[in-house]
Structure formats: structure tokens, C-alpha cells
């Protein structure tokens, strides 16, 4: 299975603090996808870093990607109350379906 | 632009009964797929259609089944409920010239308690 797993699985900061996520997964992929998800609702598409790349930047998020460690990292900086949330890779190869991982909740307090 | 939308949002069955869920993609998206989300098992991908074609399936039993009509629209079923299956349906599209790479667009999902 090519499925994202991500550590930790939870997560508990102070705003202001960096959260940093990561994601293992196992065989080549085509890109990798990070999604954020609030309580109950349907998930956010938060960036797309393909496996050519190596860092990609939006907002206060970075992403990088290990291709030879099959390893990714989401670094949310300055984070805010409004970031809790959880927080899933998913990774695909070219004409399959995008797979999740079990997600890192973050629980960011005031 | 109207986003993904899931009807029904809520709903309880009762194990043997069969549900219907539905799903409308953002206009213009001709991919749509469906996970099921527990708290156990996490996201699992049942399957994807594209132009009313099913592409890619998931590791789940013959009593979930799928189509897309030709609006792009789609519904999923299951059949013979069991108490597992209460879970949040999510539905996602994405647009053609992303479709299997790009990204997904989800809707609010349906939430199905099977007692």
C-alpha cells in the first residue's frame, strides 16, 4: 500500500508555536497532498508538492519531500487557535486513487 | 461557484435496510470519489468515476456500489447494512485535467449511524 502515515497522531501547542507534521509512505508516488479537516466536516485542500520537488511554500505553511526517505513534513509557523484541526497526507501513483493516511490532530490553545 | 454538495447530511438506517447517497460535483468536474471515514479505520477510498466510467475501486465488499450519471453527478450505495457501516460518507470531485493528480474537492459528507 502506497497509504500516508502521519506522526504524531496527535498534537498539542501554544499559539505562536511552529506544528510540525510528517508522513511516511511506502512506494513511489506520483505526488503527495496534504488536506485539513475540521471537526465533523469535509476536508480542505492545503498544497500539492510533486516528486520533482523538493519544498513548496503557501502562506504559513511549508512542505517539504524526501522522495529517497519516502518522508514529508508540513511546518505550520505562528500557528493560531483557528489551526486546530487534523490534519492528512495523501499520496498517489499516476492513474490511481488518492490514498489517506489515519491524519495528526492539532489542538492549538490560546 | 457551489461547491460539492452531499444530501443527505444525516440519516439512520437500521442493519439489513439498504441507503442511497448522492453527490453533486463543483460544475465542470468530471471525476467524483467516495471514502468512507471512521474513527478507527480512517479515510478508505471506495471508488472513483470519471465520465460515468468507474476508474479506480477500493478494498470494499460488493454491498457498496456506485455510479455517475451523465451530469456528473453521482450516487453510491449499500446494501444489507451492518452495524460498520455507520460512518461519514465523503464525497470529492476534481477537475479533468487533474483528475488522479491533482486535487480533490470535498463536500460537508453525509453521516450515516446504522442501529
Known amino acids: 500500500s502506497q497509504q500516508g502515515e502521519e506522526d504524531p497522531q496527535a498534537l498539542s501547542i501554544q499559539e505562536g508555536e511552529n506544528a510540525t507534521m510528517n508522513c511516511s509512505y511506502k512506494t513511489s508516488i506520483n505526488n503527495l497532498q496534504w488536506y485539513r479537516q475540521n471537526s465533523g466536516r469535509g476536508l480542505v485542500h492545503l498544497i500539492l508538492i510533486r516528486s520533482n520537488e523538493r519544498e513548496k511554500h503557501s502562506g504559513r505553511l511549508r512542505v517539504t519531500l524526501d522522495t529517497s526517505k519516502k518522508s514529508s513534513s508540513l511546518l505550520i509557523t505562528a500557528s493560531r487557535a483557528a489551526d486546530t484541526a487534523s490534519y492528512f497526507c495523501?499520496?498517489?501513483?499516476?492513474?490511481?486513487?488518492?490514498?489517506f493516511g489515519k491524519g495528526t490532530t492539532l489542538s492549538v490553545s490560546s | 461557484k457551489a461547491g460539492v454538495t452531499q444530501t443527505p447530511r444525516y440519516l439512520i438506517k437500521t442493519r439489513g435496510q439498504q441507503v442511497t447517497l448522492s453527490c453533486s460535483p463543483i460544475?465542470?468536474?468530471?471525476?467524483v470519489s467516495w471514502y468512507q471515514q471512521t474513527p478507527g479505520q480512517g479515510l478508505q477510498f471506495l471508488f472513483e468515476y470519471f465520465s460515468e466510467t468507474q476508474r479506480n475501486k477500493g478494498n470494499f465488499p460488493g454491498r457498496f456500489s456506485g455510479r455517475q450519471f451523465s451530469n456528473s453527478r453521482s450516487e453510491m450505495n449499500v446494501s444489507t447494512l451492518e452495524l460498520g457501516d455507520s460512518a461519514l460518507y465523503l464525497c470529492?470531485?476534481?477537475?479533468?485535467?487533474?483528475?488522479?493528480?491533482?486535487?480533490?474537492?470535498f463536500g460537508e459528507g453525509s453521516r450515516l449511524t446504522v442501529l
Open positions: 470529492a470531485s476534481s477537475h479533468p485535467g487533474t483528475a488522479n493528480t491533482g486535487e480533490l474537492f
Open positions: 495523501a499520496c498517489n501513483q499516476a492513474g490511481t486513487a488518492l490514498i
Open positions: 460544475s465542470g468536474h468530471r471525476s
